[in-house]
Structure formats: C-alpha cells, structure tokens
C-alpha cells in the first residue's frame, strides 16, 4: 500500500499550484498592459546592465548615490553623441543607399542572369520560371504599393518614434530609480518568502542580479567593440556603407549562432556595386573580427557569466526565436540562465528529498 501524502506534502502541493495560479493571473493580466510592461523590462535591463559599474565605483569609496548619478550622465553622454554624431551619419548612409538603390538592383539582376545561366548550363534538366530571376520587374511591381503603403503609415510611424521616445527616456528615468532603491526591492522580494527562507531569497535575488548584470553589460560591450571594429576596418578599405554594417554587425553578434551570419548575408548584398573584392575583403573582415570576438573578448569580458551550456545556448536562442521572434533571440539565453538559476534553487532540493526517501 502506497504510503499517505504528508500534510507537509499537501502544502508543497498547494503552494506549487498557488504560485502557478498566480503566474496565469499576472501573465493575463500584463497582456492589457503591454507598453508599461515594456517600460519596466527595459528599466530592468537597463539597471541591470549598468549595477556592475556602480558596484566597482562604491567598492573604490564612491557614494551610491554619486556612483549612480555619475554611470547615468556617462549614459546620457552616450546617447546625446549618438544623436549628434552617429544617427546624422547613418542617415546620410542611408540616404546614399537609396540614391544608389538602382545600380543595387542593376547588380544583383545581372549577377542573378548570370546565376541562372551557371545553373542551366551545369543542370541542363533544370527549369527555371522565365522571369524567376528578374528582380528589376519585381522591384518595378512593389514600388508605387511600397511608396503608397510608406506615406499612408507616415502618421503612424511618426506616432510610433513619438512613443518610442516616450519609452525610452522612462525606461531610463526608472533605472536610475531601481538602483537608487535596490535595498528596498530586495528586501520586498524577500518579504515574500517565510522568515527561515528569507537568507535563501536574498542570495537567490543576488545571484540573479549578478548574473544578468553580467551577461547584459558584457554583451553590450562585446557587442559595441564588433561594430567599432566592423566599421572601422571596412571604413579603411573604402567600404561605401561602413557605419550601417557595424550597426548592424553590433546588433547581430549579440544574436548567437546566427546573428552574423545573417549580418554577413545583408553585406554582400550592400558590398554587390563595389565589386567581387569588395564583398570578399568584406567577409575576411567580418569573419576575422567575430572569431576574435568569440575567442578573444568573449572569454575576458563575459567570461561563464551564464553558466548555460553550448547545447543549451543553441536550444534557448531557436526556441526564443521561433516563439517570441527577435526579443526572443536576444533574450534567449539570459532566459535559460534563469531558469537554471530557479531549477537550483527550487527543484534540485526537492528532487533530492524525493530520491533520498526513495
């Protein structure tokens, strides 16, 4: 006969659905919510990002509170030099890219003619539709809906950038608040938990800071380095559009596995009117600084800030991908870090329980 469920049991029981219960209400409830939802992640990621700095200027002696102040000016620096220097430059790249957009797409059909040619004469069985490769007579059928589609939405994008600003400068105003009463936060969350699980609580709410502090501001800085050198480097070999791949190369070496593989697809394509050369010293360069990036920065900067293995990464960053798109991407793995971090700290235990009285 199997033995009864202790009362201790029944309350284990009860608080795992209790908590589930609440997670179902919470998530229902912040789907009505979405823009001050987004609001406080990125206040979180911002704080989070910028703790390790504040903590190393109040280990040195520096008040809290001037630590903080002083990362955040440091911050607002940053983005007023963006603003003055790198967005005008980026613009007028882009501009440029669409001026030269015809000869773009006079490249890419010739290279595709000859494509086309390569594949017939190799596969002479091959069928290809006539117009399979004309991207000219496409680009010519999507133009006026583009146009069209562009200054119908003009309104909403405007609308759009207005509350993107919105957002962004709460998001900072509120990380600087996190910080300021990151005691306080901490102690409210350990005032969730019985008193003799309150220590446990508080190192388990360190070890999540620690960790996803580390994570986010190393990856900002490893990711900030690829661009500068990205940028740099191709500028230096006369790369027409040098400050739109390091951008893009910033933002797709903080997407693993595939995150500069796609950044290299988008610079052949950008490099196609500058010649063969071109896209072939591209490429070195690209794949030169990554691998530095990998071996080099990644080890000394980041180091197993995480702690989640190679399997594991490439598991989180398809399954975020494939269920929350690009935010999944690039949230995958600090995701899995806190999951390992929970299992740790919640399941472990109890699974041990079980297996001892087994």
Known sequence: MQNAISPLGWRRSLFVLLGIAIVVVLYIFAEHIPRTISIFLIAAFIAFGVQPVTRALVR?????????????????LLIVVALLVIVPLTVAQLQSLVINAPSYVTSIEVWSHYAQAWLQDRVPGLYLPQNAFDIGQLGSERL?????????SLGAILIGTATAFFVAFSSIV?????LLNDDQIVAAFTSLFPLRRRATARKLATEITETFGAFI??????????????TVLTAIIGFKFSLILGIIAAVAYAVPVIGMLIAQGIAIVLCAPQGGWMILWVQVIMFVVARISDNILVPKIMGQSVGV?????????????????IPGLLLGIPAAALIKILWRYFVTPWLSTRLDRA
Not at 60 to 76: D, E, H, N, Q
């Open 144 to 152: 006026n809906a583009l146009v069209t589609g562009s200054l119908t």
């Open 217 to 230: 501001s190393g990856q900002v800085l490893v990711s900030a380095i690829t661009g500068i050198a990205v």
């Open 174 to 178: 509120l990380s600087f608040f996190f």
């Open 60 to 76: 040195r002696g520096v008040p809290k509170a001037l630590a903080i102040t002083i990362v955040f000016v440091a911050l607002s």
């Open 309 to 325: 293995s190679p399997i594991g990464v490439m598991f989180a960053v398809f399954a975020g991908g494939e269920l929350f798109g």
